[in-house]
């Protein structure tokens, strides 16, 4: 189970958004998590064109090309430690009655 939420900063570390010709760090905020799927969408990550004819969306009535991020795979994410900037494991910690998300790399914690 991963702990990811919405609004966390992830890492693409396989799949197919890894593979592109440039090689860069694909980082991006989480935008949402389909836990039915394990998928999530990220901003700015797997932009997928989407080209719609006039008339058809009544959200776009004019058509065009629309860019959205399409979804990756939540194993294909790993959550980006604010502290250490290394994408990393996530561990669980009880504190009190609260769970608190950590580093496993750096032992920060991550909420
Ligand atoms: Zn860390």
Redesign the pocket.
């Known amino acids: 189970m991963q702990k990811l939420k919405v609004g966390d900063l992830v890492e693409v570390t396989k799949g197919a958004e890894r593979s592109n010709k440039d090689k860069a760090t694909k980082r991006g905020k989480i935008l949402s998590i389909d836990r039915d799927a394990l998928r999530v969408r990220v901003e700015g990550l797997r932009t997928v064109k989407r080209h719609i004819r006039k008339g058809r969306d009544r959200a776009n009535p004019e058509g065009g090309i629309l860019e959205r991020p399409g979804s990756i795979a939540l194993a294909d994410v790993r959550v980006v430690?604010k502290?250490?900037d290394?994408s990393?494991r996530v561990g669980v910690r009880v504190n009190g009655d609260k769970k608190v998300r950590f580093?496993k790399?750096?032992d920060?914690n991550i909420d």
């Open positions: 430690c502290k250490c290394q990393t580093c790399k750096c920060a």
